[in-house]
């Protein structure tokens, strides 16, 4: 479905008109949602779609997945929290995980960006430059 500059503008608009302080508030979009529902404007179809867009991207870009060899120390892990929030800014959700195909170092996912320094990337990386 083909969203017109109209629909993305007030999309647009409405998403801000969601944030606080820089970060979304759910409870605003919840009610930002019913408002539209209710008032049901031209196009709101296609202004609640470009409008979830909008939502599910800033809800990606503050979500952090942080995966290990091994399970990482506390101090480690307050560590790269604090570094994270230092990058991104507060009201980052972090999560801790393992994977042992990593084999060892630690992968950083938040949002699209993507920051690996386990051992298979560089095995991968020094595999390619042959």
């Known amino acids: ?33 019913r408002q539209t529902i209710a008032a049901k404007p031209r196009g709101y179809v296609a202004v609640l779609s470009q409008f979830q867009r909008l939502v599910k991207l800033e809800l990606q870009r503050r979500t952090a997945r942080v995966e290990s060899a091994v399970g990482l120390a506390p101090e480690l892990q307050a560590a790269v929290q604090a570094s994270l929030t230092r990058t991104y800014g507060p009201g980052l959700n972090l999560s801790f995980g393992q994977n042992s195909s990593l084999l060892g170092g ?25």
């Open 1 to 33: 479905m083909k969203i017109s500059k109209q629909a993305r503008r007030e999309a647009k608009g409405l998403f801000r008109s969601c944030l606080i302080n820089g970060l979304l508030d759910e409870n605003r979009v919840r009610q930002a949602v």
């Open 106 to 130: 630690m992968r950083i996912q938040v949002g699209s960006d993507v920051y690996d320094g386990s051992i298979q990337a560089r095995l991968a990386a020094l595999r390619e430059s042959f």
